[in-house]
């Protein structure tokens, strides 16, 4: 696997977790949780311009 497609692989685990403790910390729901994982960046994104 070439050096850009691992990159891109640990960018997407590191949104996912990211997401997922931000998600956890603000509202202790595995639901929630689940949901922002799978949207990752885009809510890491969202929370750091709201906040």
Not at 16 to 29: D, E, G, K, R, T
Not at 42 to 48: G, P, Q, T
């Amino acid at each position: 696997m070439s050096y850009r497609a691992e990159a891109a692989r640990a960018g997407v685990s590191l949104g996912s977790v990211l997401a997922i403790v931000i998600s956890w910390n603000l509202h202790h729901s595995i639901m929630w949780a689940i949901i922002h994982g799978i949207f990752s960046w885009l809510y890491v994104i969202y929370y750091a311009l709201t906040r």
